[in-house]
């Protein structure tokens, strides 16, 4: 998959594309069928994501919690599976927020991208101020030469509808299993490998720990989790469980996700890892001493082997694809 982080001067091989259109925030099974609905239409022609970058909610609500499901690089992670041959990340800045829908069409779409077929979802807006509508889109594309097809809303296997704020609810709940099968796959963590105080390699519990960044905080506590690794294979996952909070045994203070991975002692410091948040085991707490904290970790570690050990017989779980 080529990603193109910009709409003007694309090369002829990039253009012509059947796009779908949208945040993808997630990447979720809703999304999953306008990327389907695409290679239905696609009839040999390149199969393509626009999406926004920084998420406009970001740009318009700035003081807002953090709220994202992907980061760039997650979304990345999720869609290359999926057989598209581009991506484009469009910047999200003053110009785009000030764009009429018109001119989205026209300069954008048209004109930059040169998108021969559009795949919408039916609560897409679009242009200044959100005001232009899926059926403004359509008419733009007679004129302007490219077909716009408007999916009706997908329902998962609740008998709801796919919502990227339904799986937030999850994660925030500390259901973390209920979120993957909204996604159609795992909820992840993405980052590289940051250096930490290294308290848990005194304890005998190394970790590798990841910022979130701009990505929603889930419930915090122990999970188990599947991490993964790049290597020139592909993406190695080993089974593993995370902490997520401040550390009030040991600090009380910011906020760290540590990853401890199961018979493993490599040194990754820098190196990107993709942690799939599998099961909650328990909330966060604080434990008098170092040595009550040692033994609640031993058992946690044996609670998410245990809950892990499962994991193949169920497709949310095996975590050893990419």
Not at 72 to 80: H, M, P, T, V, W
Request: charged share 25%; proline share 6%.
């Amino acid at each position: 998959m080529r990603v193109f982080r910009h709409f003007s001067g694309l090369p002829e091989d990039a253009r012509g594309a059947v796009a779908a259109l949208g945040n993808f925030d997630g990447v979720h099974g809703g999304h999953r069928a306008v990327f389907a609905a695409c290679r239905e239409i696609s009839g040999g022609s390149p199969l393509a994501a626009v999406t926004f970058e920084p998420h406009p909610r970001s740009y318009f609500r700035p003081d807002d919690p953090p709220f994202r499901l992907t980061s760039l690089q997650g979304k990345i992670y999720q869609l290359e599976p999926l057989g598209l041959d581009l991506l484009y990340v469009l910047e999200f800045d003053e110009a785009m927020a000030a764009r009429s829908p018109r001119s989205f069409a026209r300069d954008v779409l048209a004109e930059g991208l040169g998108i021969s077929h559009v795949v919408v979802g039916d609560d897409f807006r679009f242009g200044r101020g959100r005001t232009g509508m899926p059926d403004d889109l359509a008419a733009f594309g007679r004129e302007y030469g490219f077909a716009v097809t408007v999916m009706p809303d997908v329902i998962a296997p609740d008998g709801i509808g796919f919502s990227s704020t339904r799986v937030r609810e999850h994660l925030a709940a500390g259901r973390p299993a209920e979120a993957g099968h909204l996604l159609g796959h795992p909820w992840e963590i993405v980052g590289r490998v940051e250096t930490g105080k290294k308290l848990g390699r005194t304890i005998g519990f190394p970790t590798a720990n990841l910022g979130l960044g701009d990505l929603l905080v889930p419930a915090r506590g122990v999970y188990a989790v599947s991490a993964g690794l790049e290597e020139a294979s592909g993406w190695i996952w080993r089974d593993a469980v995370a902490n997520l909070g401040v550390r009030p045994t040991v600090d009380g203070a910011k906020l760290t996700f540590e990853v401890h991975i199961f018979d493993f002692s490599e040194d990754i410091y820098g190196r990107a890892l993709r942690v799939r948040m599998l099961d909650f085991i328990r909330p966060e707490r604080r434990f008098d001493g170092l040595d009550a904290l040692k033994a609640q970790i031993a058992a946690d570690c044996e609670t998410a082997r245990r809950l892990l050990a499962g994991g193949p017989a169920d497709p949310l779980r095996a975590g050893r694809a990419t």
